[in-house]
């Protein structure tokens, strides 16, 4: 159901555009003028406005263009019985998504109104989409970040929520909106720990990451890619490009941007 303004000052055209428009479901509201037009369009929040190209004190595009200041979603669609190629081309400028020539049929229009109402429908949402995306991104690697400096490396998905002052549920949104399975952001996170605050393994990582025995630490910082080859430790750069548990491209540039500020290390007793 959408909020369709009919402006027109052919009360016949108008009436019967409106109780067509109302039979689909839509609320219909009739204006004869721009000036009531413009009143009741940005009163009722219209989502649609049908306009007559000419009215008795603007025109149809001035029109469109006053409402939609108010109104930037709005979806305006020119209707004429003097159409011409200048008209049209200037409607089309002004951001108007259709121009159509009287005589039309109402059942033409209504198609053409609920299709462009479902395109900006899937526009919209995927324009929230994109931006969730980026916000989980920013999020999600702060989270991670967060994670050097907590009272302890949070092993479930719960403490590390709380350690960064997030539900369990809000970050597996995050990993679900950029694609990362939340038990790998947690393990990619507590070995970015380990590579920041135990540079080497004589460090003794069990006791940081709360490992019981050196071969689940050494498997773990392995499998997570903090050691190399010769079985040293690496750095966080390093760590970053090497590691096979989070395969997004777009966290791991965030996370280097975080790290390569100065963190404080936190105070962990040695």
């Not at 200037?90 to 998504?97: L, P, Y």
Request: net charge positive; proline share 3%; glycine share 8%.
């Amino acid at each position: 159901m959408a909020v369709i303004l009919v402006v027109d000052d052919d009360a016949s055209v108008r009436l019967s555009l409106c109780r067509y428009l109302s039979h689909r479901a839509h609320v219909a509201i009739g204006a004869a003028t721009g000036e009531e037009a413009l009143g009741l369009g940005t009163r009722r929040g219209a989502d649609v406005a049908v306009l007559d190209l000419r009215l008795p004190d603007t025109d149809g595009v001035t029109l469109f263009a006053s409402l939609h200041r108010e109104l930037p979603h709005l979806i305006g669609i020119i209707v004429t019985a003097y159409g011409t190629v200048p008209s049209a081309s200037i409607s089309f400028q002004a951001g108007i998504s259709d121009y159509l020539e009287k005589p039309f049929s109402l059942e033409s229009l209504t198609t053409q109104i609920e299709g462009l109402l479902k395109t900006r429908s899937s526009s919209r949402a995927s324009d929230v989409n994109r931006r969730f995306a980026v916000s989980a991104v920013d999020r999600l690697a702060r989270a991670v970040v967060m994670v050097v400096n907590a009272q302890s490396v949070p092993r479930t998905l719960d403490e590390w929520g709380h350690s960064v002052g997030a539900s369990r549920g809000a970050i597996r949104a995050w990993c679900h909106a950029v694609r990362v399975r939340p038990h790998d952001a947690l393990a990619f996170a507590r070995g970015l720990a380990a590579v920041y605050l135990a540079p080497t393994l004589e460090a003794d990582p069990t006791e940081l990451l709360g490992f019981v025995d050196h071969r689940s630490i050494t498997r773990f910082l392995s499998r997570s890619g903090q050691l190399g080859g010769n079985g040293q430790a690496i750095s966080v750069a390093q760590y970053c490009r090497d590691q096979r548990l989070l395969e997004n491209a777009r966290i791991l540039t965030e996370v280097l941007r975080l790290m390569s500020r100065r963190i404080p290390a936190r105070d962990n007793g040695r």
